[in-house]
């Protein structure tokens, strides 16, 4: 299990939920987006209708769930959750979407992952808020038209350049969500820090912040990790010192990389030269998924500038070098 990574160990679950912002005023940082969806949703109000459906992209962690969470209980609405790998038929979209209640909030996450049939009922649901349902096979088959209420879909994804532009045309706001950055992510640790009762100094939110990947998520399990520590150790004012030690236990550097990010960064270095290297090529060479690498690891690899994406390849910056303590070849 990575201590970093895009899952969620499942007992720590709960404690997840009871640091989830409800409101957007308690959702820290993107501003734009959350300036964005704010207009939204209160011009649905002001027409008294259900929002628009609404788009929200970028790497786990970032808070797609925790919007989607929001904007139906701003709306006042249910939320109904499910996700693009767990519709497989058009079938299971059409049970879901015919059991909607007027109003209610669809969260569909990984929608990139949903079959192309299911996509397609989609579009007209999305449109026209009405399904075909196919009965019967071959040439007896008929559809039947089946009318739904208005409902407002909250898609999320890792990879909104998966998405067939028809899909993606159908939203009427699209947000991307962008990494935090420390100043942001210490105030997500100060919120969650209170919430579970946690005395850290001013030097050890940045400490955690700091790495943290820019993401809360991770800032929140790191924080829970120097929980421990400070519990285990007795330790009753956490300063950063106790939290730099409490995280090189767990593997994470100072600059927020772990193990995934470092053998990614050792894989190009020391097997390809720095590459470029074809980024299966690279999957294979860490032996993970090469969705794994480039939705988890790749993006924050990418924005600290310690790899690059060239059309020939993914290549390592000197600042890869310099991280891995050696010197950047010539040129
Ligand atoms: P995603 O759906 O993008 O993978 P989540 O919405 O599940 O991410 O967010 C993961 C966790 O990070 C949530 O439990 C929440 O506590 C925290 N979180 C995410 N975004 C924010 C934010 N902007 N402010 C405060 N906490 C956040």
Sequence with gaps: QRLVGAEEEPDEQTIESALRPKALGDFVGQPRVRQQLSLVLEASKLRGRSADHILLSGPPGLGKTTLAMIVAEEMGAPLRISSGPAIQHSGDLAAILSSLTPGEVLFLDEIHRMSRPAEEMLYMAMEDFRVDIVVGKGAGATSIPLEL???????????????????????????????????????????????????????????????????????????????????????????????????????????GLDRLDRSVLEALVHKFGGGPVGLSTLAIAVGEETETVETVAEPYLVREGLIGRTPRGRIALPAAWDHLGLAAPEG
């Design 149 to 255: 209420p208005p409902f407002t879909l909250v898609a999320a994804t890792t990879r909104a350049g998966l998405l067939p532009g028809p899909l993606r045309d159908r939203f009427g706001f699209t947000g991307h969500l962008e990494f935090y950055d420390v100043a942001e992510l210490e105030l997500v640790l100060r919120r969650s820090a209170g919430l579970l009762d946690l005395p850290i100094s001013t030097e050890g939110f940045t400490e955690i912040a700091s790495r943290s990947r820019g993401t809360p998520r991770i800032a929140n399990r790191l924080l829970r990790r120097v929980r421990d520590w400070a519990l285990v150790h007795d330790v009753g004012h956490i300063d950063a010192r106790s939290c730099a030690a409490a995280l090189d236990m767990y593997e994470v550097d100072a600059r």
